[in-house]
């Protein structure tokens, strides 16, 4: 069988924890953060974890992680 190819986008943005389970960045803490509330900014501070439901799809994105 050839191998499979990762996918490029998901690579750079998803990475596996310690006990299987996908993390990511939130998005939204990039730029124009002076219109946005202390507590929104701290929400997004922490790190976002992929749902189970999508871990199936997730894994053939990112098959040898």
């Given at each position: 069988?050839?191998?499979l190819k990762s996918h490029s986008g998901a690579k750079k943005r998803f990475s596996f924890t310690g006990t299987g389970k996908l993390s990511y960045?939130?998005?939204g803490r990039g730029h124009l953060l002076?219109?946005?509330s202390p507590s929104r900014l701290r929400k997004?501070?922490?790190t976002g974890y992929v749902?189970?439901?999508?871990m199936e799809y997730m894994r053939k994105l990112l098959p040898y992680s």
């Open positions: 069988m050839p191998k960045r939130k998005a002076s219109c946005k997004l501070r922490k749902d189970d439901t999508q």
